[in-house]
């Protein structure tokens, strides 16, 4: 059994006084007829200040005079902590979920228990490894005896989990997606306009494709071989979830509790002259944390392997360098959408409409999202599609120069999508389908 980092026994922080006599209700503090009330909100666990003026009138601010007052300035301070904790346990449940950290049944309804966790906490899916049908928002289930613990589905069905189960988690997309739920679990979250702490429904999923395991024993992924990244950028960006930078391999991410390393090689190394110039993605794979001999990529978990490409597409997305920067260069997004438009009505395709800096499609089989300066595919709902596209010199005579002059082919993709019917690569049929 785990607690997520940065929680004590019970799921209590050391931070816990700053929540813990908000249980009840509001704090209020009365100062000139003023009265400033500190409250959390039952469903996001925000501390909002409220405060009310003579005859019970609303004001919109506090009254500059007052925030030196002894007693208000301790509700501010108060307020500032428990953002600042809300903010840590968004981050602490987001890695326990990346983990698969597993609780036990009186540690959940233990951490009901806290103001602050189980407002994030009911906003989350719960799935039991085993029984997969036992999946849903946790709740506490009051009777004669001891609580226990309620998971409630899409459907609002509650069923009890006996106080004995060890073998809980946060719920990974992969686990909705395996179970054939996912699109109901995001109806219900439409349906009742929940907001999560952190992204879990609608969580983007990467799966391991045919392309990558057609021998069964291939260890290599090119899913994002080619693509130029900002140096600085990109460190910084997987520096912060948990990505280590290394001289010799690239950079690296261990997957302590499945005993494995993920590792991305950048052509001619993770560094470039005086930082200037931008590295280029080479491979991903997978080590055993004792061995230095990559392992089928089938063979890896496919939560490991959706949070790895995860990782890896932000990068791609955010940190892109060249003259297709998605982010940095709005002109580029602009021009690729003029052209995209252009081309759609030229071929006759009317089920293309375009967004900010992405390209939505209603195919026949599914909704696509394409972005127009990285290329990333999504089908929505559900998770990224792998379409690699095929090199220039291996192009047929439907290429167009004019329109689809950028190395990962945003267009060919746009147009492919949009007559996804008339598709016939069986790898990107398995992915749809």
Not at 128 to 144: H, T, V
Not at 280 to 306: E, H, M, N, W
Not at 409 to 419: D, G, P, Y
């Amino acid at each position: 059994m785990s607690i997520p980092s940065g929680m004590g026994k019970n799921g209590k922080r050391s931070t816990s006084n700053a929540t813990g006599n908000l249980r009840n209700g509001m704090l209020s503090v009365t100062v000139e007829d003023i009265t400033v009330t500190l409250e959390l909100d039952p469903i996001s666990a925000e501390p909002a200040l409220n405060v009310v003026g003579n005859k019970g009138k609303k004001l919109k601010s506090l009254p500059v005079r007052l925030k030196k007052h002894e007693e208000v300035a301790h509700l501010l301070d108060r307020k500032r902590e428990i953002e600042r904790q809300i903010s840590r346990i968004r981050a602490t449940l987001e890695a326990s979920m990346c983990r698969g950290e597993y609780f036990t049944a009186r540690e959940i309804l233990d951490l009901l228990a806290h103001p602050v966790l189980s407002c994030l906490l009911q906003q989350l899916i719960i799935v039991r490894d085993a029984d997969r049908s036992a999946m849903g928002y946790p709740c506490r289930l009051e009777g004669k005896g001891e609580p226990q613990l309620g998971l409630r589905s899409y459907s609002g069905n509650t069923s009890a989990v006996e106080l004995t189960a060890k073998d809980l988690r946060l719920a990974h997309p992969h686990d909705l997606w395996q179970t054939k739920t996912w699109h109901a679990w995001q109806r219900e979250c439409f349906t009742v306009a929940r907001t999560q702490p952190f992204k879990q429904v609608f969580r983007e999923l990467y799966v391991c494709t045919s392309n990558e395991t057609r021998h069964g024993d291939d260890a290599l992924s090119q899913r994002y071989h080619g693509h130029q990244v900002q140096q600085r950028q990109s460190h910084a960006l997987l520096g912060q979830r948990g990505w280590i930078v290394d001289y010799e391999e690239g950079v690296r991410r261990t997957f302590h509790a499945e005993k494995l390393t993920a590792i991305v090689s950048f052509i001619h190394g993770v560094f470039t002259p005086n930082e200037v110039e931008g590295l280029t993605v080479g491979d991903v794979f997978f080590l055993q944390r004792d061995s230095y001999k990559p392992i089928a990529l089938a063979s890896v978990p496919p939560r490991v392997f959706s949070e790895t490409m995860r990782d890896l597409d932000l990068v791609v997305s955010v940190a892109h360098s060249g003259g297709v920067d998605p982010e940095a260069s709005t002109s580029t997004v602009e021009m690729r959408s003029a052209l995209a438009s252009e081309t759609c009505t030229l071929l006759g395709i009317e089920n293309v409409t375009f967004k900010s800096s992405h390209a939505l499609i209603s195919g026949s089989l599914s909704h696509y999202s394409v972005h127009l300066g990285s290329a990333s595919v999504h089908r929505q709902p559900g998770g990224a599609l792998c379409i690699i596209p095929v090199h220039a010199q291996h192009r047929g005579r439907i290429f167009l120069p004019f329109a689809d002059n950028d190395p990962k082919t945003v267009i060919t993709k746009i147009i492919t999508l949009a007559r996804d019917h008339e598709i016939k690569d069986p790898s990107i049929l398995e992915q749809i389908l």
